[in-house]
């Protein structure tokens, strides 16, 4: 398995624009995590899901982001309108419910700059 | 409520110093802990996790239940550990305890 993989690992937009960050988890992994990272607050979790249904969106900062996991193999993360306070680096990261641990696996991470 | 705290923003040692990153929780059941490093500009890692009770790269980690701590340590720092590093807490398995809850991590630098 090629682990989580993200994209696009950098993306430049302009203030107002709508920005889709996408995620295929670990094959497998019934967890789907996207959190967010800034120098300011370190890790944030925005939301996650288990088996393709958000858990938990208590993090997800304004209504000006979305977040959806139509099948088990993809999941995005909607911006809309963007802001420059967006810019962050965001991750998702998946697990499995069964075996001995939850360990994570994370992505490269989405670098986002918004202009 | 679960928390992980990490007192520690910033770590500086020398080359070759022990080095201790601390990682305290606060949760009543019996939770799982992890370490995760992030290289400069990299995917975080898994470093290492409690149940298993390895040692990688030096580096140890031993669960004291009963001053809810989580620290990580190695004796002889090398400047290849320079990362910033997060210690993790999982509630466990099942539909609501599967995520990790994170501190707000210490970036350790080792000086040559």
């Known amino acids: 398995d090629a682990g989580v993989i993200q994209s696009p690992r950098h993306e430049v937009t302009e203030m107002g624009q709508e920005v889709t960050l996408r995620c295929k988890p670990i094959s497998g992994h019934d967890y789907l995590f996207w959190y967010r990272q800034t120098m300011m607050r370190g890790l944030e979790l925005l939301i996650y899901f288990n088996n393709n249904v958000p858990i938990d969106d208590s993090g997800m900062p304004e209504d000006r982001f979305s977040a959806k996991m139509p099948n088990a193999s993809f999941s995005t993360l909607k911006i809309q309108p963007s802001e420059p306070r967006d810019s962050a680096v965001y991750f998702c990261a998946s697990s499995s419910g069964q075996g001995l641990t939850t360990e994570a696996f994370f992505g490269q991470g989405t670098r986002l700059t918004v202009v | 409520a679960q928390r992980v705290t990490q007192p520690e923003k910033l770590l500086s040692v020398f080359k070759g110093a022990p080095v201790e990153l601390k990682c305290n929780y606060s949760y009543s059941g019996s939770p799982e802990l992890f370490w995760y490093v992030q290289y400069s500009r990299q995917r975080l890692q898994l470093l290492l996790r409690?149940?298993s009770r390895e040692s990688i790269k030096g580096f140890t980690a031993d669960l004291n239940k009963g001053e809810t701590s989580f620290h990580l340590k190695k004796p002889f720092a090398q400047e290849e550990d320079s990362a910033m590093y997060y210690c993790a807490l999982s509630m466990g398995r099942g539909s609501t305890l599967g995520r990790l809850y994170f501190g707000r991590g210490t970036q350790l630098t080792v000086w040559p």
């Open positions: 409690h149940i």
